[in-house]
């Protein structure tokens, strides 16, 4: 979240741990995030999306519950750790529920058969000086690139990063390696890659 220029805030109920993480420059509050008081202090009214990753379902489905009644519109991202939660955490507000064993094995899988992919994604995440990222740019109902064609995209003074997917407003299809000609709307969203400078261009752009 640093790398990519986003602000965040740790609630971590450890003393300890809330130590060490101030001592290393990140933003934490101290407390038990089930708790509506620290919730409110660590800005759940304005945020953009909460990670919830405490150690048992049971305590991520409180803590999920606790930040869609404080703020209706937050994103919320909950780690999961028994597969029988799933559909409970998604009931209580979950806009996303993330399987960590699962996704394990898929990325064991993906290490054995496309080893050099795995390393490229890898690089883009973990090099410190590797500028370059998978973004979205949603296209806002008052954006000038709506009814424009992909081809079309442009910005003044550099260059821009490249669209590996549109996601459909209206069909909510992912149109991969889109058509140079395929036109944008309202409401649709960009998948593209490139240097955190061009996804600001196209930013910008849009």
């Known amino acids: 979240l640093l790398k990519t220029q986003r602000p965040l805030v740790i609630v971590e109920k450890d003393a300890e741990k809330a130590s060490d993480l101030e001592a290393k420059g990140f933003s934490v509050i ?53 597969g029988r939660f799933r559909e409970r955490l998604t009931r209580c507000g979950a806009d996303a529920v993330v399987d960590s064993p699962h996704i394990g094995g898929l990325r064991l899988a993906s290490e054995m058969v496309r080893p050099v992919t795995v390393g490229f994604l890898d690089s883009m995440i973990r090099d410190r000086a590797y500028t370059y990222r ?14 424009r064609a992909v081809s079309q995209l442009s910005a003044a003074g550099g260059r821009l990063p490249a669209v590996v997917a549109v996601k459909e407003a209206v069909s909510g299809r992912y149109a991969i390696n889109p058509d140079p000609g395929q036109k944008l709307a309202a409401g649709d969203v960009l998948v593209v ?3 955190t400078e061009e996804i600001a261009r196209l930013k910008a752009e849009v």
């Open 30 to 82: 101290h407390g038990d995030a089930s708790h509506d008081d620290v919730l409110e202090k660590a800005g759940i009214q304005k945020a953009r999306g909460i990670f919830c990753v405490l150690g048992h379902d049971q305590e991520n489905l409180l803590l999920t519950l606790a930040a869609r009644g404080l703020n209706a519109s937050v994103r919320i991202v909950t780690e999961l750790h028994d």
């Open 134 to 147: 998978f973004e979205e740019v949603p296209l806002a109902d008052s954006s000038r690139l709506a009814g």
């Open 193 to 195: 890659l490139g240097s």
